[in-house]
């Protein structure tokens, strides 16, 4: 069982502008085709040049992985006949990438080692009519995506199973979304060319998965697919295989001795970059808060438990800085944590969703989470609205405070109503048949629909029965 | 007619009334028709010459070697894969060329993508040399030559060197080529070819007119961060400064008749005294790396070549086919390529695709960079002593078009001998003609520091005065 996981991660970097020329980097919903210029469609004659913001990027990744940093960079040319590539090569980084020999600490306390970081241009996108490349009879080039900068980071094999890799994965996301220099919701964010041995076996690399989950589908489905062939051939080759999103299977591209020799050479239209020690120290101390620091502050300061802590950070940056957010409506650090990294959360998994692709408001679900403590509003009551709240993205606050408003006289008016239809189980109830009422409160509960604390409920009915029998009593 | 020099023509053309600029326009326009079909010297003849404002070139024709990016003007690259490309955007020496007051006559005929010494590896016409019709232009910036050696008009010429394109046909046209140092003028709008050693440059009737196209289209392009920020320099103002004093460094090895022209080296050799007569002085020096240049020069060249060229696979712009949906995008590419590439330019694909291959890279590609430090060593040890270097512009006369066509590929290689060694290191150069052989001229290559035009403008200027070569 000794599985081999390593991956080259490509991220888009959410500069302004793209890598070489001054497009737009982050335009959405453009038509395909509008965001294009001479350098990023590789017209003859057009030059490119360097984005400096991404570079400093680069480097701020980097340093969050605890890469050294050369003190030199440049820029090499990766020569390819691809139809979505604008000059059939690449500019990329080859023999000096901006970080070298970081790590990533999972855990388990195991650290992922960092081979590289690198910066590179995107190629552009393209398109199937059938959404596969088999079937198609002709594919469609959007040169939008072309020339926009991606950071590729480089793991050493030292991943042991696929949940490693989704909790480097989150960690991973939530430190270049501390950074600032990366949009989970861009399209094609993330890619991934994931490579996998088992023991015994040649190393496999699936290229190219897009996102978090098909990364985890290609690895499952390979370590499978090499157990198999290693029982029926003795052995697995070297071979880079596609990843079907479609199917969730791989399929073989090529063997090893047919892997492309890329011809790299220095691209001699742009300069050699310094990255001067005191350049990389001055962008070292305007790093933000990593997710690390985060967590350790979360725990010292608000006192959460260091599971909540972790989650709320790793998870995703949203979800701690919405943690946050909502402390300065309720200052109740526990409380909120608990909810929002259990039934928020499970909302939010549900539909696939991150917090901020909700409507969910910090001020309305913090009212809501008081409401819950101070007893103004039940446990499942909330659940619901929650639930609700992540569905539609209605505003619940009226829902919160109406349901306040009809609270407890409510409830004892309801009872009352209740007890004087059941006096017969009112009287077993007082001979000591304690769970005799619990016919009164279930059809309280019904008619509040979920809205009344059980427990509450409960207290009201016992309290009426007593204070009826003290009357009677006079 | 009198030919008024553009030294002259500056004196008035600033009070040049409408008809008149007119006149010199549809005059340019009638003797470039008659120059293309005397010496097949354009590609493409421009139809709408137009001035676009009033500047130091006002009224002079220029013509734009057709690597030049011209926009809404056909830019070929002198290559059939380009043959229909019509770029979108001016390059930066044009819209320099245009805001100075000058007009675009035509694209001149070149080597395809540069890859030539002589313009007979010409996708088009061959271009003739206008001093013996049979002979050579010299390359690959050849139709630049040609039609500023014919032009009896105001007329400057946009050239491109890359390892001796200025040099080569200035030398066997007798005009006046300026190679400016790597990163004076920006290369935004150029087809590379080698980008690490691309130079726009220009070609003249005399030192004032390349020095004078040199100082307007110089200058950092954000455009093209190869391109250096420098206080801009006036040749101009300067070149007429005596050269007194000035110390020349004559490195013996290109004098050796085993590779030049015994004819050729003494004419040169000759002149030399016309530079102690303007009080400078020359040593005989070696610079013995001079024999790795031109093999690391090619390496490099082709390497960065084969990369430059991968674009063109009949995608967006260029030559195009009916797409067929049983062709594999790698079948078309090839279709395309096979078909629009000429000769020499799939030579240089293939080689230079070798060379930068895993395996051979550390043995070639590699190693030719290093060379071109030691290089560079090697000329920055004799410019800390000397203000410029002197040797002929090219080993030999202009060939005649039938024997060059037959030449050996290493051979021609061996004809950039005495140019690529500066181009390859990115010094500037000045090739003005200085004597005849066989009736045709012959060139004398003064080669400066780096950002050193100024310099070798100068002793040029100096020396042309005192000649009297025609
Ligand atoms: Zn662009």
């Not at chain 2, 070549?305 to 674009?311: P, Q």
């Amino acid at each position: 069982m000794n599985e081999k996981i390593g991956l080259e991660i490509h991220v888009r970097l959410n500069t302004k502008t793209k890598l070489f020329c001054s497009d737009h980097n982050n335009i959405k919903n453009a038509k395909p085709n509008s965001n294009t210029c001479p350098v990023c469609m590789g017209f003859p004659g057009s030059k490119p040049v360097l984005n400096k913001e991404a570079v400093r990027y680069g480097v701020m990744i980097a340093l969050a992985l605890n890469c050294s940093i050369s003190s030199k960079i440049f820029f090499s040319r990766k020569t390819y006949f691809y139809p979505d590539m604008s000059k059939n090569y690449q500019i990329t980084q080859y023999e000096i990438p901006i970080g070298r020999e970081g790590y990533l600490e999972i855990s388990n306390g195991k650290r992922i080692r960092i081979r590289r970081v690198h910066i590179e241009e995107d190629p552009a996108k393209i398109l199937y009519p059938t959404n596969d490349l088999n079937t198609s009879e002709y594919l469609l080039v959007d040169y939008n995506r072309s020339g926009m900068p991606l950071s590729e980071i480089v793991t050493e094999p030292d991943f042991s199973d696929k949940e490693e890799v989704r909790e480097f994965m989150d960690k991973l996301i939530s430190i270049l979304e501390h950074l600032g220099v990366f949009d989970a919701q861009a399209d094609a964010a993330l890619r991934a060319d994931v490579n996998v041995s088992i023991e015994n076996g040649e190393r496999v690399e699936v290229k190219n998965v897009s996102g978090l989950e098909n990364i985890e589908r290609a690895i499952t489905y390979e370590i499978i697919r090499q157990r198999s062939a290693y029982r029926l051939n003795g052995r697995v080759e070297r071979e880079t295989r596609h990843f079907s999103e479609v199917s969730g299977t791989t399929t073989k591209l090529r063997a090893k001795e047919f892997e492309e020799d890329y011809g790299y050479i220095f691209d001699p239209d742009l300069p050699i970059v310094k990255l001067s020690d005191e350049l990389i120290e001055k962008i070292k101390s305007e790093l933000p808060e990593l997710p690390d620091k985060r967590i350790e502050r979360f725990i010292r300061s608000y006192k959460i438990e260091k599971s909540f802590a972790s989650i709320l950070v790793n998870k995703d940056k949203q979800l701690a800085d919405f943690f946050e957010e909502s402390l300065k409506y309720y200052n109740n650090p526990e409380s909120l944590a608990k909810w929002i990294t259990t039934f928020l959360l499970k909302s939010l998994n549900w539909h696939k969703l991150r917090i901020n692709q909700t409507h969910v408001k910090p001020e309305v679900f913090a009212l809501l989470i008081r409401s819950v403590d101070e007893n103004k509003i039940s446990d499942a009551y909330a659940k619901d609205l929650i639930k609700i709240y992540v569905d539609t993205g209605k505003d619940i606050t009226d829902m919160i405070k109406s349901y306040n408003a009809i609270n407890k006289e409510d409830i004892e008016k309801i009872a009352r109503r209740y007890i004087e239809s059941n006096m017969k189980a009112v009287s077993e109830y007082k001979k000591g048949n304690i769970r005799a009422i619990d016919f009164i409160i279930g059809s309280i509960l019904k008619e509040t629909k979920k809205r009344a604390d059980p427990k509450l409920v409960k207290e009201i009915v016992i309290d009426l029965i007593d204070k009826e029998e003290a009357s009677v009593a006079q | 007619m009198i030919l008024l020099t553009i030294e002259s023509f500056l004196e008035r053309n600033q009070n040049l009334k409408r008809e008149e600029l007119d006149d010199i326009i549809a005059r340019a326009k009638e003797r470039s028709l008659l120059i293309d079909k005397e010496y097949d010297a354009f590609i493409t003849l421009n139809d709408n010459l137009a001035v676009e404002s009033k500047g130091i070139l006002y009224g002079v024709a220029i013509s734009v070697k057709d690597n030049i990016c011209t926009k809404g003007l056909r830019t070929t690259a002198g290559s059939r894969i380009l043959e229909s490309y019509i770029p979108p955007f001016d390059a930066t020496v044009i819209e320099k060329v245009k805001r100075a007051g000058g007009f675009i006559i035509g694209k001149t005929a070149m080597d395809e993508f540069g890859f030539g010494s002589f313009s007979i590896n010409c996708a088009y016409k061959i271009p003739k040399n206008p001093n013996d019709k049979e002979r050579v232009t010299g390359g690959s910036s050849g139709g630049a030559a040609a039609v500023t050696k014919a032009a009896d008009f105001p007329h400057i010429a946009i050239a491109q060197s890359t390892g001796g394109s200025i040099t080569a046909p200035a030398a066997f046209t007798g005009t006046v080529g300026i190679t400016p140092t790597y990163g004076r003028v920006s290369r935004y709008g150029l087809i590379d070819y080698s980008n690490s050693m691309d130079k726009i440059g220009t070609i003249g009737k005399d030192v004032f007119d390349a020095a004078l196209l040199l100082q307007i289209i110089q200058g950092y392009d954000p455009r093209d961060s190869t391109s250096i920020k420098l206080n801009e320099e006036s040749y101009i103002d300067s070149m007429n400064k005596e050269i007194k004093g000035f110390k020349i460094a004559i490195p013996k090895e290109y004098y050796d008749y085993n590779y030049v022209d015994k004819r050729v080296a003494d004419k040169i050799m000759d002149s030399l005294s016309k530079l102690e007569e303007l009080g400078a002085s020359f040593d005989i020096i070696s610079m013995p790396m001079y024999k790795y240049a031109i093999s690391a020069y090619y390496i490099v060249a082709i390497s960065e070549a084969s990369t430059n060229l991968a674009r063109y696979s009949g995608l967006r712009y260029g030559l195009q086919k009916q797409l067929d949906s049983s062709l594999t995008f790698d079948e078309y590419a090839s279709i395309i390529r096979e078909q629009g590439f000429g000769e020499e330019a799939k030579r240089r694909i293939i080689l230079g695709t070798f060379a930068r291959m895993s395996g051979y890279r550390d043995a070639f590609y590699l190693k030719a960079l290093k060379i071109r430090k030691l290089l560079i060593d090697d000329y920055k040890r004799v410019f800390s002593r000397y203000d410029a270097i002197i040797t002929p512009s090219m080993p030999v006369i202009a060939p005649k078009i039938k024997d060059a066509l037959s030449m050996e590929p290493l051979k021609v290689y061996g004809m950039d001998i005495m140019t690529v060694g500066p181009n390859f290191t990115g010094m500037p150069t000045i090739s003005i003609p200085v004597a005849r052989v066989e009736g045709m001229p012959i060139g004398m290559q003064i080669v400066g520091d780096h950002f050193n035009e100024a310099k070798i403008i100068r002793i040029a200027r100096n020396l042309e005065k005192v000649l009297n070569y025609e």
